[in-house]
């Protein structure tokens, strides 16, 4: 395929008849992992919907923390994949000019953010697609940022970044999207009243075989698999462990990208009782994920804010139940025998329930494994993502 420095195709070669063309933008994405939720959720978005679309992703050529570039991948030009096609741009080629060589050199019927408070890969790319072609659609997935959680770290960057958006009105420019009810307050709040459409999150929606393992009491082995931030609140884990009577294992994988954030939990690990063994293990490849949930009995993390939690429902599908804050779309956990979920203020729930689960029996345990299994199945049923995708891409402008 013919491609030019600024990224000029021949569109007909990509935009089938009556399958609309989407461009997305996303700060990372395959063969990254490190920055977990967003990268699964475009992932899912194209394997799910590439019947039916024609996807274009623009993305930087870089992991997340990482100063090197993937191996092997050529950048500035599209490189083809069976169900979409991907631009890695390198660090020099991030600019405004270089961005608005690609929206201006190429045909698509979409644009579609996936960050709130991203400048080069939402906020640019708004600016720069409603300046030239303002006749074609543009939806934001602000992927739970402006959740009350999240919108407490960093605020006046955050709330000087909403100030940006909204003094270029581009609040009125998109439609957002957004993955639940809660998602779609929390996006009023900060913006007003703007359009704003619900669709799930689609995870894998194949389910893993699910694997025994052995359960005695008096034993634990949980996990936490996410970024290591003090959004995911690693550290309330950490102080819940201070109590324990039992002995327990905890292994922590994921990007550790907050490193005075880290400097802390080393310190809080440093003295906990010798019956407490915490490991951090380092970063998981999405391939890898289920394998590793199924070696653990509990999946932990008391989160500041998720608009949906990728981990909390892989665990889930891997037949393991969830300990995690109650600022999730996973509710009434316990009556479902899939997990417990706690407000953050509860200062006791966490440390008992550490303590019940290990406490349990292999009969016991089982009893939750099925359930946190069966409440992932009933995810994937309930989901009817053609029809909701379908509403959210044909939306009409908001001008």
Request: contains cysteine; neutral net charge; glycine residues 6%.
């Amino acid at each position: 395929m013919a491609v030019d420095s600024s990224g000029r195709v021949d569109a007909k070669q990509w935009i089938l008849i009556n399958k609309p063309h989407i461009l997305i933008f996303v700060d990372w994405f395959l063969p990254g992992y490190k920055a977990g939720g967003p990268i699964r959720s475009v992932m899912n978005l194209v394997e799910t919907l590439g019947d039916h679309y024609t996807f274009s992703i623009v993305t930087t050529d870089r992991d997340l923390g990482d100063t090197e570039p993937y191996p092997a991948i050529e950048t500035e030009t599209w490189t083809e994949y069976d169900s979409c096609r991907v631009w890695y741009a390198s660090p020099t080629h991030q600019s405004y000019r270089h961005l608005r060589n690609i929206i201006f050199n190429n045909e698509f019927d979409l644009l579609y953010t996936q960050s709130m408070f991203s400048l080069k890969y939402t906020l640019f790319p708004l600016w720069i697609c409603r300046a030239l072609k303002p006749e074609v659609k543009m939806v934001l997935a602000p992927r739970g940022m402006l959740h009350k959680g999240a919108m407490g770290l960093k605020s006046r960057k955050k709330k000087l970044f909403l100030w940006i958006f909204k003094t270029l009105r581009l609040q009125k420019a998109v439609i957002f999207h957004a993955t639940d009810q809660q998602e779609e307050a929390d996006i009023k709040r900060w913006l007003g009243e703007v359009k704003v459409e619900l669709a799930k999150n689609l995870p894998c929606t194949v389910l893993p075989p699910l694997i025994p393992l052995k359960k005695a009491p008096g034993v634990l082995r949980m996990v936490f698999l996410s970024r290591v931030s003090v959004k995911k609140g690693v550290h309330r884990i950490l102080e819940d462990l201070q109590g324990q009577k039992v002995h327990i294992e905890f292994d922590i994988y994921g990007a550790r990208d907050e490193p005075e954030y880290w400097n802390r939990l080393e310190g809080m690990i440093s003295v906990l009782p010798g019956h407490i063994t915490v490991n951090y293990r380092g970063t998981v490849p999405p391939e890898q994920t289920t394998a590793i949930l199924q070696q653990y009995h509990l999946f932990v993390m008391p989160t500041l804010g998720e608009n949906f939690g990728h981990a909390i429902f892989e665990s889930l599908a891997a037949g393991r139940p969830v300990l995690i804050s109650d600022q999730t779309p996973w509710k009434r956990l316990a009556e479902q025998k899939a997990g417990w979920e706690f407000p953050l203020q509860d200062a006791d729930g966490f440390a008992r329930t550490l303590s019940v689960v290990a406490s349990m029996g292999q009969e016991e345990w089982n009893e939750y494994s099925e359930g946190a299994r069966q409440l992932a199945a009933s995810y994937i049923k309930g989901l009817d993502s053609e029809v909701a995708y379908a509403s959210l891409f044909s939306l009409p402008r908001n001008v």
